[in-house]
């Protein structure tokens, strides 16, 4: 599995990259590309980091846990404690935790993860038990 976490990592790194243009460079995207594009992106980050840190978890649990861990962070939007408050006022505390609570960055999040996951498990496969095109199923002989 270090092939997965290293690919992880890789990934981690381009997303987060990518995350961050999307959300501050001059893009001049639209509102809901910009305010969606960006949340998934955050959310595949996070299906990234739990793969990097956990690389012989089946994605499905790993898609499990990253959407457990978005919904944290989204509820924690409704908490109201100085020293969060504080944080999130600092750039890091901007990407890493947001500041006001969406059910629709929710949906984001999980199409990111969803989205994430599939990658994962089709790269995860070995090579003999990937779908083949044309193949009509797993068991057919070509």
Known sequence: MPARRTHAALALIAVTT????????????????WKYGG?????VAV????ATILPRTSARRL???SAAIALAVEFSRLMAWPPLD???????????LGAIFSPHNIAA???????????DARHALPADEKP???AGSRHSVS
């Open 63 to 65: 898609a499990l846990l």
């Open 132 to 134: 083949r095109l044309g």
């Open 39 to 43: 949340s998934m992106l955050w959310a």
């Open 109 to 119: 999040y999980w199409l990111g993860i969803l989205l994430a996951a599939m990658i």
């Open 86 to 96: 504080a944080f999130r006022h600092t750039l890091a505390g901007k990407l890493l």
């Open 18 to 33: 990518v995350g961050i243009l999307w959300r501050y460079a001059p893009l001049h995207l639209p509102r809901f590309a």
């Open 47 to 50: 299906y990234c980091l739990c």
